[in-house]
């Protein structure tokens, strides 16, 4: 039964899905599993999931754009986004709707055709300001009281790619990708 209203709450989201232009990512819980780790020399160090990458290089691929938006600081966000193409990384953001309502006045995207994925008390702030807000399974509980959809998995264990999956279901663009695989284009 859970599993089927799960599905519901998704399929009523199915046209959101497909007007989205934009997908904004929290770092830190959604990205990672929010653990931090910092090595002997004091460098601070974040485990991302491969997975979750190749999602994010197959939106890229049918147009949507994407950008990470996190209020931690430290080089691992930055390579990340840098590895993954990522033009928009916002790191050290302490007030993110004003940083988002920026982004999306450049890039030219309604708030309607915004996604806000995040995991805490500080992404509840963009609510108003996006037209589909979710969060990973293991976010804290008002933020998966109060978001428009929760994901199975957990923040850093494939949570935005199962939000990629989605998006590409709903797009019609998921059924070729499990038929013929995917390859890296530079195009």
């Known amino acids: 039964m859970r599993k089927l209203l799960r ?19 929290d770092v830190d819980g959604v990205l990672t599993d929010g653990g931090l780790l910092l090595n002997p020399d004091g460098e601070l160090q974040k485990r991302f999931d491969v997975r979750d990458g190749l999602g994010l290089r197959l939106l890229q691929q049918i147009g949507l754009s994407l950008a990470f938006l996190s209020g931690g600081q430290g080089g691992a966000t930055e390579q990340r986004a840098q590895q993954l193409g990522i033009q928009h990384c916002l790191i050290g953001i302490k007030d993110k709707p004003p940083a988002l309502m920026a982004l999306q006045e450049q890039l030219q995207v309604s708030v309607e055709q915004t996604c806000f994925v995040g995991d805490d008390l500080n992404d509840l702030a963009v609510r108003n300001h996006v037209g589909l807000l979710l969060t990973p399974c293991d976010s804290c509980r008002p933020m998966r009281l109060q978001a428009d959809a929760v994901l199975c998995q957990r923040g850093g264990h494939g949570a935005v790619r199962e939000l990629a999956e989605r998006i590409l279901q709903a797009r019609g663009h998921w059924a070729a990708l499990q038929r013929h695989g995917w390859r890296d284009r530079n195009d």
């Open 7 to 25: 599905e519901w709450r998704w399929y009523r989201h199915r046209k959101k899905l497909i007007e989205i232009q934009l997908l904004v990512l």
